[in-house]
Every structure is written in structure tokens, then in C-alpha cells.
């Protein structure tokens, strides 16, 4: 890692300025060295340390401990950064996969943890692994709380991520206990930014067959709540899926003009054991977006399964469509793992200046 990026890092940690000079000089000597690092898992500053920590592992044993791997591994790169953290070094395992406390922090109102996990019997873990909002946090007063993955190393194949809890009352966390528990996580995800869909704009159908449903979510400026009755809207009736849709994981199952307004319809099938969605854009003439007004989502219960299906409304007419080509944002994945993850310790003290 040069040193500059370190530099930057450490000094926007929170920590008394003291403890900043020992790291910056440490980091002076550091920089000599060069760390391997994962481009696009460099977030928060304290998060870059851990991910240099993580790129390091080569040389630990596939099998060891998250919470040696990283403490050691931090302790090479600065004993006073490592010091910075309070060690925690809980852990439970489920489904063959271990989740591991590594580490606390606490300035203020906030909590920062630090969390690993390991699939020691499989490749269930890799760099997209997301814990999908499976999370709940026990403490006794209210928070707000987020969660990002901030490194994966493929080696170990360790995966850690950066809980941020913050109590919504203002007044500081001054430790107690806490618990930390997951239930699953999705991995094997993929991203399809900007892709053109081949469809032909001028081939749309202006009197497709529609159906009134129960829409079970909306969204977009447009959407109108008030304006349907027990929550009823028009959508288009299910077609077979486009082959010539572009994204595994998500169905184009209908496109036509409704009372004036072009419907996009895409379909979820299972959509409990993933988190794929999406939307569509066009694109004119002059290069400029034309995002869609609403979307609404509703189910189809079948004895194999549960079906989700979208409509994304335009207000675009037909003339309009000869300059445009349509474009999309699709997220999907492809493997949810399910356990049963708990860990409670104490929520110490920070470390003193």
C-alpha cells in the first residue's frame, strides 16, 4: 500500500491526535512495502487498515482464526491502530460457516463492529456475500444501525464486514452487552449497470391484455396510492418469458401501452432466497434519461412457489419511442445460505487517550 494512501486513512480515524503521529510515522515506514489490495472495498477509514490487514493473509493457514488473522495482521501494520480497537473475538457457527466479533469501537453515540465469517466446509463465501438485511442487533435503548461489506480475501476466504449502530437519542453508548445475530446471507451476485435490452420499440402492442391486481409495493414520483381503490391497479397479464432479455435470475414477461402509459413488466420467481431487482431507462435521441413515472409489484401464489411481478409505467408515446433505445440496472444473485448466527459480549469502554 504507498503511503499516502495510508496517510489519508489514519488521519481521518478518530482517535487523539497523539496516536495519529506514532501511526503516521509508522506508516512512513510501511510504505517501503507492498500490500496487495481489492479495488472498490475501501470505505471507511478504519475499514482501510482492516482490508490491508485482509490482503495479507497469504501467508495464514486457510483454516485459522478470523479473529487472529486479523488482529495479527493489524498488529504488522500498526500496533497502535490495533490497540485502537477494543477485541471482542466471540464467535458461533451454523451451517458450517463461522461468524466471528472481531473487534469494537465506541465514540460517542456510535458503535462500530467488526464482523467476519468463514464457510469452513464449502465456497458459499465469496466477494459479493451480503448479509441482506438478515441482521438484528439487541441492545437496551433505540438505535439506527448499517452494515457494509468492507473485504474479502480469497485466500482465507474471509469476508468481513463494518456494523455501524448509532443510538437515535443523542446520548452516548457507554458500553453493556450486546447481541449480534444473523439468520442468512446471499452471495454469487452480479450486476448488469447500463445494459441495452434488444427489444423493437416500434413492434410494442397499444391493446395488450391487462388485469386488475392487489399491487404489493410502489414506488417512482408517480406512484398514487390514494388513487386506487384497496390498493388495485391495472397490470399487464404475464406473457412467456423474452428470450431476448439479457439478465439471468429476472424474466421480461410483458411490454404495451395502457391508458396512454408504456408498461414494463419483469418477474421474480422465489423471491424470498434472492434479492434480484432492477429497473428500466431510455435513452433519446439528444442522449438524454427518460426514467420511469411509477412501478408496482404484485404476487402470484402457485404450488410451486411465490412470483413476483413488476409493471414500470412511462409516460412516453409511441412517436417518442422511434428515437430511444431502452436501458437498464439489474442486480441479482444466485445463492442464499441460512444459519443461525448469535453472538453476545460486552460492549466495553473506548480506549482511553
Not at 174 to 202: C, H
Not at 256 to 265: A, P, S, T, Y
Request: charged share 20%; proline share 5%.
Amino acid at each position: 500500500m504507498e503511503y499516502n494512501r495510508l496517510k489519508t486513512a489514519v488521519m481521518d480515524i478518530r482517535m487523539p491526535e497523539e496516536m495519529q503521529t506514532r501511526i503516521l510515522n509508522h506508516a512512513l515506514v510501511q510504505s517501503r512495502r507492498r500490500f496487495p489490495h481489492h479495488a472498490g472495498f475501501w470505505r471507511s477509514p478504519a475499514a482501510v487498515l482492516i482490508e490491508a490487514a485482509l490482503c495479507m493473509t497469504i501467508a495464514v493457514p486457510v483454516l485459522a482464526t478470523s479473529s487472529d488473522t486479523v488482529h495479527n495482521l493489524m498488529y504488522q501494520i500498526s500496533p497502535s491502530v490495533a490497540q485502537f480497537f477494543q477485541p471482542v473475538r466471540q464467535s458461533d457457527e451454523s451451517n458450517g460457516i463461522r461468524m466471528e466479533v472481531i473487534s469494537a469501537h465506541l465514540d460517542g453515540n456510535t458503535a462500530d463492529l467488526y464482523i467476519t465469517m468463514q464457510d469452513l466446509i464449502g465456497d458459499r463465501i465469496d466477494k459479493t456475500t451480503d448479509l441482506y438485511d438478515s441482521y438484528t442487533i439487541d441492545i437496551p435503548f433505540d438505535t439506527s444501525s448499517h452494515c457494509e461489506q468492507i473485504g474479502y480475501d480469497a485466500e482465507t476466504g474471509i469476508v468481513t464486514f463494518l456494523v455501524s449502530i448509532t443510538r437515535t437519542d443523542g446520548h452516548p453508548i457507554d458500553g453493556g452487552k450486546i447481541t449480534f445475530a444473523a439468520t442468512e446471507f446471499l452471495s454469487r451476485k452480479s450486476v448488469y449497470d447500463g445494459i441495452e435490452i434488444p427489444l423493437d420499440l416500434n413492434m410494442i402492442e397499444t391493446a395488450p391484455e391487462t388485469q386488475h391486481v392487489r399491487f404489493t409495493g410502489a414506488s417512482g414520483m408517480g406512484a398514487k396510492y390514494a388513487q386506487h381503490k384497496e390498493r388495485m391497479f391495472e397490470a399487464l397479464v404475464p406473457g412467456k418469458p423474452d428470450k431476448r432479455f439479457p439478465v439471468d435470475g429476472i424474466d421480461l414477461t410483458g411490454i404495451g401501452f395502457v391508458d396512454g402509459q408504456l408498461h414494463i413488466q419483469t418477474s421474480v420467481t422465489d423471491p424470498l432466497s434472492k434479492d434480484n431487482h432492477g429497473y428500466f431507462y431510455f435513452v433519446d435521441g439528444n442522449g438524454s434519461q427518460i426514467c420511469y413515472d411509477a412501478s408496482y409489484t404484485f404476487q402470484v401464489e402457485t404450488s410451486d412457489g411465490r412470483t413476483d411481478y413488476t409493471d414500470y409505467l412511462f409516460n412516453i408515446t409511441p412517436e417518442q419511442l422511434a428515437t430511444c433505445k431502452l436501458y437498464g440496472n439489474f442486480w441479482t444473485s444466485s445463492l442464499l445460505t441460512q444459519g443461525d448466527w448469535k453472538v453476545t459480549f460486552d460492549l466495553g469502554a473506548d480506549v482511553p487517550e
